[in-house]
């Protein structure tokens, strides 16, 4: 069975009450739900965490290695400051999707560098929501075309 893990950073916790005008109004709990059943449908084994410390991402990333055939991963904003967490996406040899839900590039100047971008083998922005289900689908297909890791 594929293996793929949604990870979520900084302040996703929140997602439907922050921002909803940018976020839309979802939780990640909802989007979860949603992901588990497609997950069913995919023949996906599916865990989704969400972290929103730097370092618990890298944690969490760093054991993956093994673990998973790809990493779905929205990084929030660490996605334009963090060299470390870029370093442990290059390090893991999985499938890495990384989506954002709002389009960044058509928000604050800062917002347009997309460091950890660099090791995802596809970007996903501006769908809000349904970017993840999009994301699930593209890693598990990605994931089935190169061929499962070993366990
Ligand atoms: C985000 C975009 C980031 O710039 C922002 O810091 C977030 C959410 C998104 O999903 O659109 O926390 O990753």
Redesign the pocket.
Known sequence: MTRVLVLN????ASLGRREPE??GGRSLAEIEADLRERSVALGVDLRVEQRNGEGDLIDLIEAETGRSDAVVI????F??TSVALLDALRAYPGVVVE????N?FR?ETY?RVMLTAEAADAVI?GLGASGYAIALEAATRMVRERGELPR
């Open positions: 950073g900084p302040n996703l940018i976020y929205n990084p929030g904003a996605s334009h989506v954002h839900l709002s960044t928000r917002r922005l």
